[in-house]
């Protein structure tokens, strides 16, 4: 299904929210937000297949803040995501679209984090929770969590928390909730799973599908001998130079064998698998994103719900044991009408999965020759950003523009050193160029922000 492009001011949303997408500089909508958003406004139950990266945050984000009352400090939207990082980045998403609506809190409630902590900030009431089904059944049999005012649900990546296990404390949580309320839901697929499960949950849905063709993206694939394989990886990355890829492996001690051999080699990598805590978690999402780093190596933990805008490669150090998968995983390059480039290696026990992929996916499969690559150390990409860890953040009501300008007006860096600031609960990041780093550091060895003293390290 299809649609022309579609303007937000033709819906009937809050000036606000239209005044902001201004300002963020969203005119057209996506597809799915053209398509998913009048039904939502107009109050709708909906199942929406449609793609990682098409713009399905807006569309029930947007649909959910139109009809917030921002007087009513009870829970009235609950979005449940499948990962810490999809919640996270959800969150801040739906943070970055109400910005201009006065007082709206939104909380994230994910394991990792202490429990006691995200019990006294629901004590203080909240608009939107956004959360991982786990850690959302702890806080019901605690009863800290309260949502008989609840308007809507929101399931984001269904299949995936099928996939996972989760549909027993889906269950739990639904059974808790108001049975009149606007249920969206939200999947990558529509398997039969995902029929049942709407049955259950929701009434009269409209079913919305956006399948996205992305020809933008170019394919390659290489035959490796596996003992040749990292040697392979470190050519293609130095004939590519790209200032942003993911290398996606099978396994965590793959993972963490890959990283320790480009870092010696001297690329700039960084390692995000299920065996990191919360905290280091964020941390090696925020310094790639942020560009501190040019290259995360991945176990498919990070293969969704990665806020990643622009993604020059991703290469395939193994081939996916799931068709569906790889789709996923090239999926992040290419986007936004962006020309993507995705490389993968084949060694010689998986070529039964490459010709799987060949068939599932109804392509053919382009080889290409290995031996006009070389190794050219002087060719990798060196980022020129750090990432700055101030010790404050939400709970101390601070806002990215009182970091920016203490680091402008108090330390006197420029502005066009400082890169992207993420504030999370307890801590800021700040990306700021190498070149200043040590001026932003001796700053906050005694310099304040909003009267606060604050601790600062480079990671």
């Not at 392509?363 to 150390?377: A, E, I, T």
């Not at 504030?423 to 700021?432: C, D, G, K, N, R």
């Amino acid at each position: 299904m299809s649609t022309a492009p579609m303007s937000f001011n033709q819906l009937s949303l809050n000036p606000l929210l239209l005044d902001n997408l201004q300002a963020m500089q969203y005119s057209e909508m996506t597809p799915i937000q053209a398509l998913a958003l009048p039904a939502i406004l107009a109050g709708n139950d909906i199942i929406a297949k449609a793609k990682t990266g098409s713009g399905k945050t807006a569309a029930f984000g947007l649909g959910v803040l139109n009809a917030l009352q921002g007087d009513n400090y009870a829970i009235q939207a609950l979005v449940i995501c499948p990962t810490r990082e999809l919640a996270e980045q959800v969150a801040n998403e739906l943070r970055r679209l109400a910005r201009l609506m006065s007082n709206i809190k939104i909380l994230t409630l994910c394991g990792g984090s202490p429990i006691a902590q995200q019990s006294h900030s629901l004590e203080h009431g909240a608009h939107i929770i956004v959360g991982t089904p786990g850690r959302l059944v702890d806080h019901l049999q605690k009863q800290t969590l309260k949502l008989n005012q609840l308007r809507f649900l929101v399931l984001d990546e269904a299949d995936r928390m099928l996939d996972m296990g989760f549909e027993e404390d889906i269950t739990r949580i639904i059974a808790q909730l108001p049975k009149q309320r606007q249920t969206l839901l939200f999947s990558a697929t529509y398997l039969e799973d995902i029929a049942k499960i709407s049955q259950k949950i929701q009434h009269n849905a409209e079913f919305i599908a956006v399948d996205e063709v992305n020809n933008q993206i170019a394919q390659y694939f290489y035959e490796v001998d596996e003992s040749r394989r990292v040697a392979t990886l470190a050519k293609l990355l130095a004939e590519h130079r790209p200032n942003s890829a993911i290398i996606f492996c099978n396994t965590k001690q793959a993972c963490q064998e890959v990283e320790q051999d480009l870092n010696r080699l001297g690329f700039s990598v960084i390692a995000l698998h299920g065996d990191l805590e919360q905290r280091d978690r964020e941390q090696v999402l925020l310094q790639f994103t942020n560009q501190s780093k040019a290259i995360l190596v991945a176990t498919d933990v990070a293969a969704r719900g990665l806020d990643i805008k622009a993604l020059d490669l991703v290469i395939n150090y193994h081939v996916s044991y799931d068709p569906q998968v790889h789709v996923h995983r090239v999926g992040r390059t290419g986007r936004a009408g962006q020309i993507g480039l995705a490389l993968t290696l084949v060694a010689a026990n998986e070529m039964p999965r490459a010709n799987q992929l060949e068939q599932a996916l109804e392509m053919k499969l382009d080889w290409q020759p290995l031996g006009n690559l070389n190794y050219d150390k002087s060719a990798i990409v060196v980022p020129q950003m750090q990432t700055l860890v101030l010790t404050i953040g939400r709970k101390n009501k601070i806002r990215p523009g009182d970091i920016l300008g203490a680091l402008t007006k108090d330390a006197g860096l420029d502005g066009s050193v400082i890169g992207k600031i993420i504030i999370t609960e307890l801590y800021s990041y700040v990306a700021i160029n190498k070149k200043a780093i040590n001026k932003a550091l001796n700053y906050f060895k005694q310099g304040k922000i909003k009267g606060k003293t604050v601790r600062a390290r480079g990671l």
